[in-house]
């Protein structure tokens, strides 16, 4: 029964992911007008002219891998910090856009704590 939980989480995280994936290339999902600081923020990063692409594909790629459930466990590792990266931004900058990558960046943990038998060998000395 856990197992399930688990896995309906990662698989609705997953289909989130694919969503805003999907929408960092198409742009079909307007973006309410983020507060100054936010929108400050977002600009020197779009000013870059590549963070924005790659957060995108890796987000689709990781949203990809939670609903087959294929490398998940190496997904969630490769996500957390591009979403803990979202999440404390607008915990900072912009607290009524957080509920999105709040949730995914509890679900990556799920993820994590689900397959923690498969990062052992990372920390053993």
């Known amino acids: 029964m856990k197992d399930k939980i688990f896995l309906g989480i ?6 989130m992911l694919v ?10 999902m307007p973006m309410p007008e983020p507060p100054v600081e936010m929108g400050t923020y977002l600009g020197a990063l779009f000013a870059t002219g590549f963070i924005f692409p790659i957060v995108a594909t890796i987000e689709l790629v990781t949203g990809i891998a939670y609903v087959t459930n294929k490398f ?7 996500l957390m910090p591009i979403m803990m990266n979202a999440f404390l931004a607008h915990l900072f900058l912009d607290v009524a856009g957080i509920g999105a990558s709040m949730f995914i960046v509890i ?12 990062y052992k060998e990372i920390f053993k000395a």
């Open 107 to 118: 679900a990556t943990i799920v993820v994590i704590v689900k397959n923690k038998e498969r």
């Open 19 to 28: 969503v805003f994936g999907s929408n960092g290339f198409l742009h079909f």
């Open 10 to 15: 990662q698989v609705i995280s997953g289909l």
């Open 72 to 78: 998940a466990p190496l997904m969630a590792i490769i």
